[in-house]
């Protein structure tokens, strides 16, 4: 979901889709183009999608990054984004594409799980509040577009689960706000302070054990409620490591820690 300018806001590519409206869409193996969409992707990966595909695919967060994205600074951005890593075959297909379809599907991304649809979140500096657009975007080869069943944007995210997801990206948005600006003293992400912020966002397990192996546990009380489900709840975990890279970096104060 990306943080839109509010000037650009009527630029966008496709269909904008303002509360109430609907599309027709659906996808399935009885459609020609099944699984073509899975293919050569600039596919974002957010830090709930990677705690949720690394549970998928049992294995560590760590070692979902480092054999399954790519780690870019887009230009004019300050904190790094993560992209999964297409198959290095001819068609660059999605490492979790099978004939059968995606191999991942209860935990699919969330850019896989709202397409076709698009989202985008913007700021009112003056009032405060953010407001969520919509688009309806299929590529051209898409055949889904032409099948019977209507949607909204709200009935379409609660047919494919995407609430949670949708929760986790306005959390993962407000947080990515505080990076308008360069936090870095010039240093970049690649800097101690980045690779901290990094790792406490987008990589729970290496976080989970820094919080119980270092000096953390010593300098800071857990709320009880963070003490409590760090371990299994991977929403409050994400939380937790927000608020310590927040805490660090702008000395914002965090709601499930505090000074011991
Ligand atoms: S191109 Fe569209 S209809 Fe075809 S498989 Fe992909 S999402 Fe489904
Ligand atoms: S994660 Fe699944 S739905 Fe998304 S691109 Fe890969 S195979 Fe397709």
Redesign the pocket.
């Known amino acids: 979901m990306k943080i839109l300018d509010p000037e650009k806001l009527y630029t966008m590519e496709g269909t904008n889709l303002e509360p109430g409206d609907t599309f027709n869409f659906a996808c399935g193996p009885h459609l020609k183009c099944f699984?073509l969409?899975?293919r050569n992707?600039t596919?974002f990966l957010y830090p709930y999608d990677v705690a949720r595909l690394r549970r998928a695919l049992k294995i560590s967060s760590g070692q979902f990054i480092d054999r399954h994205t790519q780690i870019v600074l887009r230009k004019g951005s300050h904190f790094p984004d993560v992209l999964?890593a297409m198959a290095e075959n001819e068609q660059k297909t999605?490492?979790?594409?099978t004939a059968k379809?995606?191999?991942?599907?209860m935990d699919?991304?969330w850019?896989?799980r709202t397409f076709p649809t698009e989202h985008g979140i913007y700021y009112d500096d003056k009032t405060g509040l953010s407001t969520r657009l919509d688009w309806f975007k299929p590529p051209d080869y898409c055949l889904g577009r032409h099948e019977p069943n209507t949607w909204t944007v709200e009935s379409w995210h609660a047919d494919q689960g995407a609430g949670i997801y949708y929760k986790q990206m306005e959390q993962w948005s407000a947080f990515l706000r505080h990076f308008e600006n360069d936090p870095w003293q010039g240093k970049g992400p690649e800097s101690q302070a980045g690779r901290m912020a990094f790792m406490a966002t987008y990589n729970p397990d290496d976080f989970l054990a820094f919080v119980r192996q270092s000096s953390f546990l010593k300098r800071y009380k857990l709320a009880a409620d963070a003490k409590k489900k760090i371990k299994k709840n991977d929403e409050i975990l994400l939380r937790l490591g927000r608020e310590f890279a927040l805490n660090f970096l702008f000395n914002k104060p965090a709601t499930l820690f505090q000074k011991a």
């Open positions: 699984n969409c899975c992707l596919l999964l999605c490492p979790f594409l379809g995606c191999s991942v599907y699919r991304p850019a896989c």
